[in-house]
């Protein structure tokens, strides 16, 4: 049984940067798309980016465009979510996913994953 395992999180400043990590533990795990989410208080979980199974194919929620990016490394079963030009809005508890094997529907939606880690919180400040 796989374990996801998310790091990075903290307090940033406005316009500031941090990196995130989601670590695989156990079994082999990087042939699976994965994707980040994030879930402010009082609010659903929502999409942020997604990387299919190679790192070619990269996907983002609109108002992340040029700010986040997501990025995979293989050997390391580790999938990042690097962010730029941090806002306040951006503050939530960041989940690393698994998608569902074969799963066809959109990347977008949280039906669509089968393994979460346990998330990391981001906070930044104004």
């Known amino acids: 049984q796989v374990q996801l395992i998310e790091s990075g999180g903290g307090l940033v400043q406005a316009g500031g940067s941090l990196s995130l990590s989601c670590a695989a533990s156990?079994?082999?795990?990087?042939?699976?798309?994965m994707g980040w989410f994030r879930q402010a208080p009082g609010k659903e979980r929502e999409f942020v980016a997604a990387?299919?199974?190679?790192?070619?194919?990269?996907y983002y929620a609109d108002s992340l465009k040029g700010r986040f990016t997501i990025s995979r490394e293989k050997a390391k079963n580790t999938v990042y979510l690097q962010m730029n030009s941090l806002k306040p809005e951006d503050t939530a508890v960041y989940y690393c996913?698994?998608?569902?094997?074969?799963?066809?529907?959109?990347?977008?939606?949280?039906?669509?994953?089968?393994?979460w880690g346990q998330g990391t919180r981001v906070t930044v400040s104004s």
């Open positions: 990387i299919g199974w190679s790192d070619s194919g990269t």
């Open positions: 156990g079994r082999a795990f990087s042939t699976y798309p």
């Open positions: 996913a698994r998608r569902r094997a074969q799963y066809g529907g959109v990347v977008t939606t949280t039906v669509g994953y089968d393994l």
